[in-house]
């Protein structure tokens, strides 16, 4: 038996009709895509500001600061905000929980929008704060509504995504000189937060909050497997938001010019598509997952090792390669249900990696940028993420042991505990 079909009958999952009744069809068909449509959201509102920052920062008059400030926001919001979620779960439940992050996410697109830097700013991290929140419940949703499909959900939503993120940075711009400005390619954006909000509303009436998880992320701080995967969702998301801030100025450093940088950003990005929904699919087929994620961190380090020894060679390959290793984010994400064994626990992980994971990340950007200023290179600071890369693969094979997260002191428990070893 595989090991994701087992130890869910205390996963707190609201009572659903057999299959095959059409009902029960229609309801997790709308679930699904409730959650799918959420996801799409939850890059956009990032990777669409940094598309214009530029053109805001100059028609705003913006300090260095206040610039640096608003591309930093997101990763440290995302980190911050997460340590409250279990808080929300235990007033709300998780189904309204993700309506009200929903309704935060749209809200701050519209403030950022409607004033000068400080409203800029304080809308940036209304919408992060929505999307922090998101971030933590959607894994408990599958939990809870899919707990024998956790894999294609968790690919279905994560190369949603992908997506997103793909589609703020490719479409913002041209969506502003339609509308206007930067003003009006950010404002766009609100129209996709105002439909998941409503699509997912009717979903928040579905079951009582009590029937919910009642997560307490300081429930796993003692479990050596909810650190090893708190720390792995650490090292991905640093490698994620260095590509994301520095790619392109490492392309324009090798002689490439903005546009060509831009597409060869996008190349990353784009990949991710597929590679997002196909990772935690395999994952869940999988006994032990760690091989699929050092797999990925090989051709990581193959592209980063290609940007440092032969940049101006194939540069597209370098950009493909770095956008699969990026696939360690939704194997992350699937791990999340996989390492737990109710929907409780998952929100506590959730929780608990987020917000360590996000904060520790912060540092990435600003660290390789600190590296790039000291060295006049880019040497430095590539090797290091190299090196990151490494510990990445070995938190990857202690991640993906077939082990589950427990409460306080006690060991982790195997996953083939009074099972059949699945394959």
């Keep these: 038996m595989n090991h994701r079909h087992s130890t869910h009958g205390d996963a707190r999952a609201p009572a659903t009709s ?25 890059r956009v509102a990032v990777t669409s500001l940094g598309a214009v920052l530029d053109q805001a920062r100059a028609d705003l008059a913006m300090s ?22 279990p808080w929300l779960i235990r007033r709300v439940g998780a189904m309204a929980g993700l309506g009200v992050t929903v309704g935060l996410l749209l809200a701050g697109l519209l403030v950022r929008v409607t004033g000068g830097e400080i409203t800029l700013l304080t809308g940036t991290f209304v919408a992060c704060a929505g999307i922090a929140g998101a971030n933590v419940l959607i894994p408990v949703i599958v939990k809870m509504e899919f707990p024998a499909r956790v894999g294609e959900v968790t690919g279905a939503y994560s190369a949603a995504m992908s997506a997103g993120a793909a589609i703020g940075a490719a479409a ?20 996709l937060a105002a439909a998941a909000l409503a699509v997912w509303l009717p979903r928040t009436r579905r079951g009582a909050a009590p029937a919910e998880p009642r997560a307490r992320t300081t429930a796993l701080t003692r479990s050596p497997v909810a650190w090893t995967v708190t720390l792995l969702f650490a090292t991905q998301s640093l490698l994620a938001f260095v590509v994301m801030a520095w790619l392109p100025t490492i392309y ?44 990925m961190t090989a051709v990581h380090i193959a592209g980063l090792l290609g940007l440092l020894l032969r940049p ?28 737990t064994r ?29 590296l790039r200023e000291a060295t006049g290179s880019w040497s430095v ?12 693969a070995a938190l990857c094979l202690g991640a993906g042991r077939p082990r589950f997260v427990e409460r306080g002191a006690r060991a982790a428990v195997p996953v083939s505990d009074g099972r059949r070893r699945g394959a």
């Design 172 to 191: 913002t711009v041209p969506a502003g000189d339609v509308l206007g400005g930067w003003r009006g390619g950010l404002a766009v954006w609100s129209v």
């Design 64 to 85: 260095a600061v206040a610039a640096s400030t608003a591309a930093a926001l997101p990763v440290v919001c995302f980190g911050g905000v997460a340590l409250a979620v």
């Design 381 to 392: 600071p590539v090797s290091l993420l190299v090196a990151i890369c490494v510990a990445q």
């Design 18 to 42: 057999p299959p095959g009744h059409a009902p029960g069809r229609r309801r997790a068909l709308g679930m699904l895509a409730g959650v799918v449509l959420v996801a799409l959201n939850l």
């Design 312 to 339: 101006e060679s194939v540069p597209w390959l370098w950009a493909l390669f770095i956008g699969v290793g990026g696939g360690v984010f939704p194997l992350t994400l699937a791990l999340f249900s996989m390492r």
């Design 252 to 295: 324009l450093d090798i002689g490439y010019t903005p546009g060509e940088a831009g597409t060869l950003l996008a190349v990353a990005l784009v990949v991710g598509v597929p590679v997002y929904f196909a990772v935690p699919i395999l994952a869940a087929r999988m006994r032990r997952q760690g091989a699929l994620g050092v797999g």
């Design 342 to 370: 109710t929907a409780e626990d998952t929100a506590a992980l959730s929780a608990m990696a987020q917000s360590v994971g996000y904060l520790l990340a912060a540092f990435g950007p600003f660290t390789v940028g600190l």
